[in-house]
């Protein structure tokens, strides 16, 4: 069964940075595509940035485009989230998540099959 724990979130001012970390245990993810979300309050679980199992392909919403990266070190079983410029309006719980098969950067929230339990990212104004 795989598990996925995240970490680094927090209460940042707008304009700052914070790095989200995102650790697999119980089974290889170096196969895997993987993807990080988030959901607001009252709203849906969106979409943010994906890579696949190499860390050769990524995507991302547009609205993190050029702010948020993506990548993962293998070797660690570790995804990774570089949030900069940050904005009030990406404050969410944020989740990372891998299927439970396919190596591809999926964008499509049905993709994934397992999730963390989320780290909360608050950005003041």
């Known amino acids: 069964q795989a ?3 995240e970490s680094g ?3 940042v001012q707008a304009g700052g940075s914070l790095r ?3 650790v697999g245990s119980g089974r290889i993810f170096t196969s895997y595509g993987m993807g990080w979300f988030r959901q607001a309050p009252g709203k849906e679980r969106e979409f943010v940035a994906a890579i696949n199992w190499s860390g050769g ?3 991302y919403a547009e609205a993190v485009k050029g702010r948020f990266t993506i990548s993962r070190d ?3 079983n570790t995804l990774y989230l570089q949030m900069n410029s940050l904005k009030p ?10 299927p439970d ?3 591809y950067a999926y964008t499509d929230i049905h993709e994934y099959d397992y999730w963390g339990q989320g ?3 608050t950005v003041s104004s």
């Open 119 to 121: 780290t909360q990212v």
């Open 9 to 11: 979130g927090g209460v």
């Open 89 to 98: 309006e990406d404050t969410a719980v944020y989740y990372c998540a891998t």
């Open 3 to 5: 598990k996925l724990v």
């Open 74 to 76: 293998n070797a660690k």
């Open 57 to 59: 392909s990524t995507s």
């Open 20 to 22: 989200l970390s995102c």
């Open 101 to 103: 098969s396919g190596s």
